[in-house]
Nanobody, 124 residues
């Protein structure tokens, strides 16, 4: 059974940085093929794709709103996905969810399952 557990959220001022983590169980980030990423959801807004990594397609796709400010990395020894967020803006305020079996094609994002989420709040 796959489980995703997010951590690292918090409050930061505009221009600041945060690093989110997603601890994965149920498959190996260092050995198995996977599609994994993040999406976010702000109050009263639809889900917004942040990043989707697909190892079989050898692709990493970032959402337009975060491209160039956010990066993603894998720690295979800890089976953990990290999202490094820099130059944060108030519009980045949302609950961030780690998601599995994500797809990002032609601006359309799909998510099959996700964790409980972690809150990120950016103040001006």
């Amino acid at each position: 059974q796959v489980q995703l557990v997010e951590s690292g959220g918090g409050s930061v001022r505009s221009g600041g940085s945060l690093k989110l983590s997603c601890a994965v169980s149920g498959f190996s980030l260092g050995q198995d093929p996977y599609a994994i990423g993040w999406f976010r959801q702000a109050p009263g807004k639809e889900r917004e794709g942040v990043v989707c990594i697909n190892t079989e397609e050898k692709s990493t796709i970032f959402g337009d709103a975060v491209n160039g400010r956010f990066t993603v990395s894998i720690d295979a020894t800890k089976n953990t996905l990290h999202l490094q967020m820099t130059d944060l803006k108030p519009d980045d305020t949302a609950v961030y969810y780690c998601t599995g079996d994500c797809e990002a094609r032609g601006g359309r994002w799909l998510y099959d399952y996700w964790g409980q989420g972690t809150q990120v709040t950016v103040s001006s």
